[in-house]
């Protein structure tokens, strides 16, 4: 322990950059600084991790594995909506700029595992903030894709061994889509 106080961070500006984040669905072709992306997931690993297990695992995709993904997803689309569908989404994940896939280190105790999960949700989270505030927006994204084990082999995970988290795209946002969320009073109870 050292300080008795929290770091001392400017509480409005660390709200207003939570509240503003936002999922980003279409990026411009600009690839975003490998620096910047390294910062943020240097900032990501800070999440709180129960028994300090620090279960997240970070691959980031170069062309060859994103080249893999994408056929895999339009195998998958093909099967499913055929050959214009999966054309489509081909391209549109071609033009995907930056690709970042967050694995959990499996565990045999499935409190352990839970606990490792929220971990890792929370390292996504800090991710992301940490990109926006750099001017970077993300996506994650958790379709049938990635809960099928070639997805793992094809970004040279180990199934056994990992889970899929999310996959992230991130880039600079073309569009920022608006959002809402719940009145507060909704979704919270005050117990005396
Ligand atoms: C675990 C998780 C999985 C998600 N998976 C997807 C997804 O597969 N596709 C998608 O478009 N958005 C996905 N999202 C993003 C949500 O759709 C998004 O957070 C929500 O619409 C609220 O928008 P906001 O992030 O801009 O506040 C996911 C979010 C989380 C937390």
Redesign the pocket.
Known sequence: MSAAEPAGADAAAVTTLIRA???V?EFTARRPPHALVLEALDAARWAPNHHRTEPWRFTLLGPQAIARVIDLNTEFVRAKNGDAAAANKRARWQAVPGWLVVTCVRSDDPVREREDYAAC?CA?QNFALALWAAGIGS?????ALTRDPRFLTAIEADAAREFC??LVWYGYAAAI?A?TRKPLADVLRDVD
Request: net charge positive.
């Open positions: 984040r936002r999922t669905h949700c996504v996506k994650w994204s958790t379709g988290v999310g889509p959002q």
